[in-house]
């Protein structure tokens, strides 16, 4: 099925550094969603985003949609243990068949070293 | 209050079996979504129910197949199992379709 080109497939870094992911498609979305998924669970919500060119933020989570509406990237400040998991970048288009569907991406596997 | 809940947490059945997976949403949703993720993917769309009606369908065989409840819960059914199936199957709702989803921590179904 389809799937949403994210990158950097994954990264290692080091506590305190800042990271930067991003997704992009061939086609446009409506909302773009960041969700972080940890061994066991499922997926948990991050930052929704509703309309081209918004930028928002959560706590040290800051994440864009892009103007073009086929694009969004996600950066996390000041990185802390904690933050270790895979995000996941999602769009959604609303209307037609995929009315409601999330796209996702194949994912960023994020390794934090203390 | 209870995040969507997801039962049971893993299945192991062999192939050709029948499988049922059982999703309650978060109170007050009206919508729910089943995906399939395979070990190193994103999650792939399988259904959209809101309002106990089929809204939106993933590129799944007929194998595959859904309802939701008065009550908001659904099920998702399985048959005639194939090794390929074998994946973590997830649910997540939302209040109206057009709201962010939020997920339940899924089912592993193992298929042998």
């Known amino acids: 099925g389809q799937q949403l080109n994210q990158s950097p497939q994954s990264m290692f870094i080091q506590e305190g550094e800042d990271v930067s992911m991003n997704c992009t498609s061939s086609?446009?979305?409506?909302?773009w969603l960041w969700y972080k998924q940890e061994p066991g669970e499922g997926p948990v919500l991050l930052i929704a985003?509703?309309?081209?060119?918004e930028l928002t933020s959560n706590g040290r989570l800051t994440a864009q949609f892009g103007i073009t509406r086929k694009d969004s990237f996600l950066n996390i400040s000041a990185s802390i243990p904690s933050d270790v998991g895979i995000y996941f970048c999602?769009?959604?288009?609303?209307?037609?068949?995929?009315?409601?569907?999330?796209?996702f991406g194949q994912g960023t596997i994020l390794t934090v070293h203390p | 209050d209870a995040g969507v809940t997801q039962s049971p947490t893993h299945l192991i059945k062999t192939r050709g079996q029948h499988v049922t997976l059982r999703c309650s949403p978060i109170?007050?949703?009206?919508?729910v979504s089943w995906y399939q993720q395979v070990l190193g993917q994103g999650p792939q769309f399988i259904f959209q129910?809101?309002?106990?009606?089929?809204?939106g369908r993933g590129n799944f065989p007929d194998r595959f197949s859904a309802r939701q409840f008065p009550n908001y819960s659904s099920e998702l059914n399985v048959n005639a199992l194939l090794l390929g199936d074998s994946a973590l199957y997830l649910c997540a709702s939302n209040e109206q379709v057009n709201q962010p989803q939020h997920f339940g921590d899924g089912t592993r179904l193992s298929i042998l």
């Open positions: 985003l509703y309309k081209a060119g």
């Open positions: 129910y809101y309002e106990k009606e089929e809204r």
């Open positions: 086609s446009i979305f409506n909302t």
């Open positions: 109170s007050g949703h009206k919508s």
């Open positions: 999602a769009g959604q288009l609303l209307g037609g068949t995929s009315y409601g569907k999330l796209t």
